[in-house]
C-alpha cells in the first residue's frame, strides 16, 4: 500500500458510498439517515493501477464534549492527522453550509494534502454546489457521483502523482537491507550522512514513554506527551544529530494486544508502528521497569529480529526503581530466558524523565548499529568453521556423517552465512543455532539477528546426474568394434 487515503466530511454526503466502490466490497453500512458510521473502518482500496489504503470516518460535526459526537469527531481528527491525503467531501445537491467552512478550516491547518469532493454531481441540480465548493480555498474541485461512479478516472488523476511522490519519499526512506557482499567489500560499515541518516525506530507499549525519551534527545518538547496511555497515534520522524552522527528517530504508537485493540484506529497506529520497524536500521524496545516483558514487549523484540533489525531494549522510569541491582539481575535473567533468540543484545536502563542514562543508550544503538554491518572474511570463517566441527561434529543420519565444507559471508545488515555441506535438509536446527551462537561469541555480535543459509555443493556439480564410470563399465566401452 503506496498511502493512505481518509475521506471525511458531514454527515450523510456519501462517504462510505465512496468506500464501499473503492475497497470493492460493501464493508460500510449505508442508508440515508445521518449518524450511520461511528467507527473508523479501513480498507484495501484499488483505483485503476493504484493500491491504497482507504479510511472511512464517521460525520465531522461541531460537538467538542464528552458526547457520542464529541468523540466521533476526536476520532475523525485523529484520522486526519494520521493520513497522508484527506479526500474531504460535500453534498453538491445541497451545497456548501457553515458546517463544510468550519472543517475545511481544520482540513487547512492538519491535513498534509486535501482533495475537496463534490459528491451526489450528477445532474443539472448539482451544477451550483459544485461551483461554490471553490469557495473553501481547497483547490479545484472534484466532481463525482460515489453512488454510480462518475468521476473515478478524475480521482485516479489526481491521487497518481501524489502517490508517486509517496513512493519515492518511502524509497528514499527505506534502510539497505539484506546487501550482498563479496571478497573485495571493505570490512566497514556506511557511515551515516544528512542525506542517509541512521535510522531508529523507538517502539514499545502504551504509556512506557517512548515519546518523553525522544523530547528528552531532542532537548525540547517536540512530541505531545502525558500520564494517558495511547497519545501518539501516528508514527512520527524527527531528524537530529547525535554527538554529530545523523539521526532519523521515529516514534510509534504504543503496541497492545491484538484482543485489547478495540478502536479501529488503533489498529491503524498499531499497523504504522509495526511499519517504522521496517524503515529502521536499530529498533529501541523501551520496557516500563515496573512492569517489565509482558507478552506484547517480546512479540514487539521478536518482531524487530525477525524483520532483521538491530535491537537494543532500554528499561524506562529507572529514576523510580528502588531495589536497583536485585531489580537489574532479574531483568537479565528474564530476557536471557524469554528472549534468547536476541542472545547478547544490550539491555540499557535509562529515564526518560530526568535524562540519566542516555548516554549509555546512544553507545549501545552505535554499538549495534556496527555489529548490524559486521563483515567477516571467508579466511577467519573456515578457520573457525574447522574448530567448532572438531568441539561438536554434526549429527551422523542413517550412519552418514554430514559433512560441513565451506563458508562464507553472503550479506550483511544484517550478516548473513552459507554454510557449504552434504545432506542440509538433514542437519538439526539445534545444530544451526549451535553455529549462530559461536558466531555471537568468536566474532562479538552480540544481540544482532544473524541469518545462517545450508546448501548443498551438489547442484553446482555438472557430474551429479552422471553414470559413474565403473570398471566394467569402461571394459564394455573398450571391446566396442571400431569403425576406423
Not at 488503533?266 to 536499530?282: C, I, P, Q, Y
Amino acid at each position: 500500500m503506496s498511502f493512505t487515503l481518509a475521506i471525511v466530511g458531514r454527515p450523510n454526503v456519501g462517504k462510505s458510498t465512496l468506500f464501499n466502490r473503492l475497497v470493492g466490497k460493501k464493508l460500510a453500512l449505508v442508508d440515508d439517515q445521518p449518524g450511520v458510521t461511528r467507527d473508523l473502518r479501513e480498507g484495501a482500496a484499488r483505483l485503476g493501477d493504484l493500491r491504497f489504503t482507504v479510511i472511512d470516518t464517521a460525520g465531522l460535526e461541531e460537538a467538542t464534549d464528552e458526547s457520542l459526537q464529541g468523540r466521533m469527531r476526536r476520532l475523525t481528527e485523529r484520522a486526519v492527522d494520521m493520513a497522508d491525503i484527506c479526500l474531504f467531501m460535500i453534498d453538491a445537491r445541497v451545497g456548501v453550509n457553515p458546517t463544510d467552512e468550519f472543517f475545511a478550516e481544520l482540513l487547512r491547518k492538519r491535513a498534509k494534502h486535501v482533495i475537496v469532493a463534490a459528491n451526489k454531481g450528477e445532474g443539472r441540480a448539482a451544477d451550483a454546489g459544485v461551483i461554490e465548493a471553490y469557495s473553501l480555498g481547497l483547490g479545484e474541485p472534484l466532481r463525482l457521483s460515489a453512488e454510480h461512479g462518475e468521476g473515478m478516472s478524475e480521482l485516479l488523476s489526481i491521487l497518481m502523482p501524489l502517490a508517486d511522490a509517496f513512493e519515492e519519499q518511502a524509497a528514499n526512506d527505506a534502510p539497505e537491507v539484506d546487501i550482498d557482499i563479496s571478497e573485495d567489500d571493505p570490512d566497514a560499515p556506511r557511515v551515516p550522512t544528512r542525506e542517509k541518516p541512521l535510522q531508529i525506530a523507538v517502539v514499545g507499549r502504551p504509556n512506557a514513554g517512548k515519546s518523553t525519551l525522544i523530547n528528552q534527545m531532542l532537548g525540547e518538547d517536540r512530541l505531545l506527551t502525558g500520564p494517558e496511555a495511547g497519545i501518539t497515534r501516528d508514527a512520527i520522524s524527527v531528524q537530529m544529530e547525535w554527538d554529530g552522527v545523523p539521526i532519523r528517530m521515529f516514534d510509534t504508537a504504543g503496541m497492545r494486544k491484538k484482543a485489547r485493540v478495540q478502536e479501529k484506529l488503533e489498529k491503524l497506529s498499531v499497523s504504522d508502528g509495526l511499519r517504522a520497524v521496517k524503515f529502521a536500521e536499530v529498533v529501541i524496545v523501551l520496557i516500563d521497569a515496573e512492569i517489565p516483558f509482558e507478552q506484547q514487549d517480546l512479540r514487539i523484540a521478536d518482531l524487530a529480529e525477525r524483520e532483521g533489525r538491530a535491537v537494543v531494549l532500554a528499561v524506562n522510569k529507572w529514576d523510580v526503581e528502588k531495589n536497583k541491582q536485585k531489580k537489574l539481575k532479574d531483568l537479565r535473567e528474564s530476557f536471557e530466558r524469554l528472549l534468547p533468540q536476541l542472545r547478547g543484545a544490550p539491555l540499557v536502563t535509562v529515564s526518560a524523565k530526568t535524562g540519566k542514562g542516555l548516554n549509555r543508550l546512544q553507545e549501545a544503538v552505535m554499538k549495534a548499529h556496527e555489529v548490524w554491518n559486521r563483515r567477516v572474511t571467508t579466511a577467519q570463517l573456515n578457520r573457525w568453521l574447522i574448530d567448532m566441527v572438531e568441539a561438536h561434529p554434526p549429527p551422523a543420519p542413517a550412519g552418514r556423517r554430514i559433512k560441513l565444507r565451506y563458508m562464507t559471508q553472503a550479506k550483511t545488515r544484517p550478516p548473513g552465512f552459507v554454510v557449504m555441506c552434504s545432506m542440509p535438509e538433514k542437519l538439526p536446527a539445534s545444530y544451526s543455532r549451535y553455529l549462530v551462537n559461536g558466531l555471537r561469541e568468536s566474532f562479538d555480535m552480540p544481540g544482532t539477528p544473524i541469518r545462517l543459509w545450508m546448501r548443498s555443493q551438489a547442484e553446482s556439480n555438472p557430474y551429479k546426474n552422471k553414470k559413474k564410470a565403473t570398471p566394467s563399465r569402461l571394459r564394455k566401452h573398450l571391446d566396442k568394434p571400431s569403425h576406423n
